[in-house]
């Protein structure tokens, strides 16, 4: 009976080892709204926290929305005001997902591959389904990845009278890097 | 209703004023860049273990209060991690919640050359506190940060 429970213990370690889940809290993401018109909408978030399973492919991102770093003070204001991002009301962004192409990275081998992630996006207490593509490179036990996709503000509810004058993209290029040490 | 020349001359100017000065206020705004955060006066002063400690005693109210406030924070730096092309710099508590530094431009050469272990004076604008689910902790990030001490 002992040894059973010793050998079911060590199995249970064991698995938590290889099944480690990897995390950052210093991921960054960033985003570029800019027009013709106007130049200040685009932030940086370097204090993004996120985890990778690389036995199950699985992908988690939260930022905390104020963390989004503009140049313009005016701009920071707009962004994080009740008629854009509502910071006070929805104070994170938050994405869970899976990588989809699993077989097609070997997180054991050095190299760079591309990788296709799908999953819930919440912004602004809405939540939609995106795909987008990346890439992964791994060196020895580091693991980069980086990602870019366009996220349309329409669908999270995200509206106001710069963002219909088209000073502000309404489909912002949204930039992603991460690396888990 | 007959305005006399000079009246109407008056009135002109006037209204050029306004416009020039509403213009201005304008052109301020826009072209408006964040100062320096050394230059900057701290609306707080106190230790990065007190601050974690109000963030998990209640995220709200600690949000309400320090959020978008400029705060020097001191401790012990238990991380500097690379983010990206810069880094941040890390102090947490026994039980593993964190506040994170985020460094503006011209203070990045200063804390690259931080270690974990060092004791450590932080000034930044804070960015509130949440309980993330991944790391099943509380963390507190802050940007544009300068080391003052």
Not at chain 1, 37 to 55: F, G, I, M, S, W
Not at chain 1, 115 to 139: F, M
Request: positive net charge; charged residues 20%.
């Amino acid at each position: 009976m002992k040894k059973t429970t010793l050998i079911f213990a060590l199995l249970i370690s064991g698995a938590s080892v290889f099944a480690q889940k990897r995390t950052t809290t210093s991921g960054t993401i960033s985003f570029d709204a800019t027009t013709s018109l106007d130049a200040l909408p685009r932030a940086e978030n370097k204090t993004v926290v996120a985890a990778l399973d690389p036995k199950t492919g699985g992908i988690a991102f939260e930022a905390i929305i104020k963390s989004f770093s503009f140049v313009n003070p005016m701009m920071q204001g707009h962004f994080n005001s009740v008629n854009w991002l509502d910071s006070d009301k929805f104070p994170t962004a938050t994405f869970k997902g899976k990588i989809t192409n699993l077989a097609a990275v070997n997180f054991s081998k050095d190299g760079t591959y591309p990788a296709e992630v799908s999953g819930d996006l919440t912004i602004h207490g809405v939540t939609k389904t995106i795909s987008t593509k990346g890439t992964i490179v791994v060196t020895g036990k580091m693991i980069s990845a980086t990602a870019a996709f366009v996220v349309k503000v329409d669908d999270y509810g995200i509206t106001g009278k710069a963002i219909e004058a088209g000073k502000v993209n309404k489909e912002p290029k949204v930039s992603v890097a991460v690396s888990f040490n | 209703m007959v305005i006399s020349k000079t009246r109407r001359k008056n009135i002109l100017i006037a209204v050029l004023l306004i416009a020039l000065a509403g213009g201005g206020v304008l052109w301020y705004l826009f072209t408006e860049k964040f100062g320096d955060t050394r230059k900057e006066k701290a609306d707080y002063t106190m230790s990065a273990q007190d601050l974690i400690a109000e963030f998990k005693k209640s995220d709200s109210l600690a949000n309400k209060k320090y959020a978008e406030r400029m705060i020097e924070v001191t401790g012990i730096v238990t991380a500097v991690e690379p983010a990206d092309t810069t880094v941040n710099i890390k102090m947490a508590d026994s039980t593993g919640s964190y506040v994170i530094f985020a460094f503006q431009q011209q203070h990045l050469a200063n804390a690259r050359r931080v270690k974990a272990g060092d004791s450590l004076s932080v000034k930044g604008s804070c960015s509130g506190g949440a309980y993330s689910e991944i790391l099943e902790t509380e963390y507190i990030t802050f940007k544009r940060c300068a080391i003052s001490k």
